[in-house]
């Protein structure tokens, strides 16, 4: 199986910063692409961002120009630095990895989350 762990989440005031990391462990040949979705209470789950293991990202309308996605390969980690928080922007962030474990089997797992608030 495959674990992901995200980090970062907190409360920040409107305007601020956050930096969340989710590290992918277990039996991974290679990940295709690692994405951020968030939900927030009362709404579906949607996608924030998401990156290609070649680096290419992208990003829904309502972020793009305020969070940034990257990621580092050889630690099976993907980073959402997200700059000028909005109150909308809060939410529990869910990382998501597309992993081939072997040549053969490709599978799609989920981190458990890390809440986002962003409050004055």
């Known amino acids: 199986q495959v674990q992901l762990v995200e980090s970062g989440g907190g409360l920040v005031q409107p305007g601020g910063s956050l930096r969340l990391s989710c590290a992918a462990s277990?039996?991974?040949?290679?990940?295709?692409?690692m994405g951020w979705y968030r939900q927030a209470p009362g709404k579906q789950r949607e996608l924030v961002a998401s990156i290609t293991s070649g680096g290419s990202p992208n990003y829904v309308d309502t972020v793009k120009g305020r969070f940034t996605i990257s990621r580092e390969n050889a630690k099976n980690t993907a980073y959402l630095q997200m700059n000028s928080l909005k109150p909308d922007d809060a939410a529990v962030y869910y990382c998501?990895?597309?992993?081939?474990?072997?040549?053969?089997?490709?599978?799609?797992?989920w981190g458990k989350g890390t809440l986002v608030t962003v409050s004055s």
């Open positions: 277990g039996r991974i040949f290679s990940i295709v692409t």
């Open positions: 998501n990895a597309d992993v081939w474990q072997t040549a053969l089997s490709r599978m799609s797992f």
